[in-house]
């Protein structure tokens, strides 16, 4: 009895009254903590995303602001630089002409190699002013010899093509860019184009970039713009061309046109060897090499080039599985490259004091890391929470006003695509939860920082019209536990409870979004996005 009274004193009155109750368990406790710890914590949060989101929205504007002043008044690049066709000369010959490297790195891409190989071999140039360089990482036995086989069938058609295999696979695409770069035959190159085994130049591709670099020696890189061959394959394609061609028609161009600087994309573009090596050379270092290799030239005084006209067509990932693993190396690896470069950035003494400021604060911490982080918390956490928690408020001009201007001058990139903006938004809305837990694995440099899965590519796989062999048929469970997401599910759940509170409680009708952003949580948990290509 003595035991009991003592315990007793420690349960208060009110608690005691549910004890049989789970859920009023739970609504008790969170009452006696709403007011000291739920929301001040959820009022600093707000004030956190509100700043965020203004720093996101002032560099879209001055994005937006910038591309226009550049279209209207801006002087085209032929203007900028100095530009003249490369010509035959009757005493030099073919000589007249720089010698350029293509190298391909490829792993396992059975279903798109010829397609990479055959643009790069349909190049025009002069035959012996050009050497392609296969670069084949592939760990299937037959899938190297698939490839080395369509090199010499090229080779023996009079195409200067190489095939390159090594031992290891240290630094993943770095490191076998940088294995392709030692071989003897590359001191004779001036310039090396990279294109990823997915992607498709144009023949007249080196005509309309090699100039820039021959004619111009303070440009490093001229990067030409992605297009997307599957990009109608389905709804999660959509999303992507809308947000890749944000990029490419506004960050791009901007960083060219105002800075003389931005990231390498890592395929479709054509380097300067001796910037690459002024610069340090591949470093694996990190997920994005090809960004690495940007910051440090660009710290060297070299200055880029963009040609937003000039595409080469590749494509898009449409499976919700490869999404995940190329979504998580593009948000990880640039948080993880800020945060080994930040002081070199700080300290470096070739570069003005503004283009410093550009790379650190716009290119580095509002594109890669804040844009990522305020769209999840705010938008699946602190949106929902304030449902929870009435007594914290979210502005007006932060919760409609902003993101709707964000949102806007995000479209501008896909007019075509306008009518999609409201699935655009909802999906951008689930995948930030995987980008923002990329970033702070990048900053924090902990877990999965430097995995590496390269992105499947389908190529006609999905487009097939003959059936194949029929494939043994898998467990039912065992379908279904390769489409399932438990975290997309998880967030999900939470909304769609705060949802559902909101409808019977709230004041705000917040339920309105929050019914379709728990159902876009639960699409995607289920799999039921993308193409799905089962196992055989």
């Known amino acids: 009895m003595e035991i009991e009274s003592t315990s007793s004193r420690f349960i208060p009155e009110g608690f005691e009254g549910t004890a049989n109750d789970i859920a009023a368990q739970f609504g008790f406790i969170f009452q006696m903590l709403k ?4 929301i001040p914590i959820l009022n600093i949060m707000v004030f956190l995303c509100l700043a965020m989101s203004l720093m996101l929205f002032i560099e879209r504007l ?17 203007k ?31 279903e798109v190699y010829q397609l990479s190989i055959g643009a790069a071999c349909g190049l025009s140039w002069p035959a012996d002013r050009i050497i392609i360089q296969v670069l084949d990482d592939s760990t299937d036995p037959a899938i190297k010899d698939l490839v080395e086989l369509e090199c010499k069938r090229w080779q023996s058609k009079g195409i200067n093509i190489i ?9 993943y695409k770095s490191g076998a860019l940088k294995e392709g770069m030692k071989r003897s035959y590359v001191k004779h190159c001036d310039y090396v184009a990279i294109f990823d085994a997915d992607f498709q130049p144009e023949p007249d591709y080196l005509w309309r970039t090699i100039p820039f670099l021959h004619h111009n020696p303070e440009i490093a890189l001229v990067q030409a713009r992605w297009t997307f061959v599957n990009s109608d394959e389905c709804l999660m394609t959509r999303m992507q061309e809308m947000s890749l061609d944000y990029h490419f028609t506004v960050e791009q161009e901007v960083g ?30 990190t997920t994005v090499e090809d960004m690495d290799l940007a910051v440090r030239a660009g710290l060297k005084g070299f200055k880029f080039l963009y040609i937003g006209d000039l595409h080469v067509k590749s494509e898009l990932p449409s499976t ?20 080994k470069m930040v002081m070199e950035i700080v300290r470096n003494k070739k570069v003005t004091l503004w283009k410093k400021f550009y790379v650190i604060y716009s290119f580095f911490f509002v594109r890669k890391i804040i844009a ?13 929470g304030t449902v929870l928690v009435p007594e914290v408020h979210i502005p ?18 896909t007019p075509r695509s306008v009518h999609l903006l409201v699935f655009w938004i909802l999906f951008e809305n689930v995948m930030s939860l995987h980008r923002s837990k990329a970033c702070f694995i990048g900053l924090f440099e902990t877990g999965r920082v430097n995995e590496w899965v390269v992105t499947d590519k389908l190529g006609d796989v999905t487009k097939a019209t003959k059936p194949g062999p029929k494939a043994t048929k898998k467990p039912r469970f065992s379908k279904i536990g390769e489409r399932l997401h438990l975290t997309e599910l998880g967030v999900g759940a939470f909304l769609f409870f705060v949802a559902c509170y909101d409808y019977s409680y709230g004041k705000n009708n917040y339920w309105v979004y929050l019914y379709f952003q728990a159902v876009a949580f639960f699409v995607m948990g289920f799999g039921y996005v993308g193409t799905f290509v089962p196992n055989s």
């Open 163 to 171: 095939y390159e295999i090594r031992d290891n696979r240290l630094g």
């Open 320 to 339: 919700f599985k490869a999404y995940r693993f190329q979504q998580h190396r593009w948000s990880c690896g640039p948080a993880n490259l800020f945060r």
């Open 372 to 384: 990522h982080i305020v769209t999840f918390v705010f938008y699946c956490i602190v949106i929902p």
């Open 396 to 413: 007006m001009w932060g919760l409609v006003y902003i993101p709707s201007i964000i949102t806007i001058l995000n479209a501008v990139g």
């Open 62 to 78: 001055y994005m937006g602001v910038v591309i226009v002043l550049v279209k209207i008044f801006g002087k085209k690049i032929d």
């Open 80 to 110: 900028r630089y100095k530009y003249q066709p490369i010509r035959d000369d009757i005493e030099l010959g073919s000589s007249a002409y720089p010698m350029v490297l293509i190298q391909i790195p490829m792993f396992n891409e059975k």
């Open 256 to 285: 060219s046109s105002t800075y003389a600087f931005f990231g390498f994309n890592g395929t479709a573009g054509v380097w300067r060897i001796s910037a690459i090596e002024e610069a340090g050379g591949w470093n694996g270092r």
């Open 35 to 38: 007011a000291p710890l739920f």
